[in-house]
């Protein structure tokens, strides 16, 4: 490979990093070649994608980065493919063990990079895959807040039938 052609596969792994909050970085070494198949198909129906980069090429594009991410540096040995995700911080993270489910003890996990946040190593798998996306934590937001009213409407409703039900029983008294 040439100086120019790593030159501009470090710029486009710079803009991927810079352009995606959320990225994985996966030991696939010695996954078979239909295993791998399988992986980034699995990876393509679910939005997300699959490459392999050398280590040093990596390192040069996570340079470019505004974030602090020396931490990562250190585990990029060996072979090492990169997963990206545009959408969710954890989509990664459950496509692996959705993987893993199907008989497959491949990718490992070795870090993660998600929204300047820095996850070293395969005992981070489960943390990632409970992390709620955006949309998910606006969701809870939401219903958190429509929560109150709710039950502040529902006893209004309630109490006003109540009310409705004393004043009659009142009236037909005297």
Do not use: H, W
Not at 34 to 63: H, P, W
């Amino acid at each position: 490979m040439t100086r120019e052609e790593k030159d501009i596969i470090v710029n486009e792994l710079s803009e991927k990093f810079a352009n995606t909050n959320y990225f994985y970085i996966t030991d696939a070494s010695t996954m078979s070649v239909a295993s791998i198949n399988q992986f980034r198909r699995m990876c393509f129906d679910r939005g997300l994608e699959y490459k392999v980069y050398k280590n040093t090429l990596i390192q040069k594009a996570l340079e470019t980065l505004e974030a602090d991410t020396t931490a990562l540096e250190g585990v990029l040995k060996g072979a090492s493919g990169i997963l990206f995700s545009a959408e969710s911080g954890n989509a990664p993270a459950k496509l692996i063990k959705d993987f893993r489910k199907k008989g497959n003890t491949l990718p490992l996990l070795k870090g993660a990079y998600i929204d300047a946040g820095l996850f070293i190593g395969e005992s981070q798998l489960d943390a990632l895959s409970n992390i709620k996306s955006k949309n998910e934590l606006i969701g809870d937001i939401i219903s958190l807040l429509q929560s109150p009213a709710k039950n502040v409407v529902s006893a209004l409703q309630s109490s006003g039938g109540k009310l409705a039900g004393i004043l009659k029983t009142l009236s037909e008294k005297e």
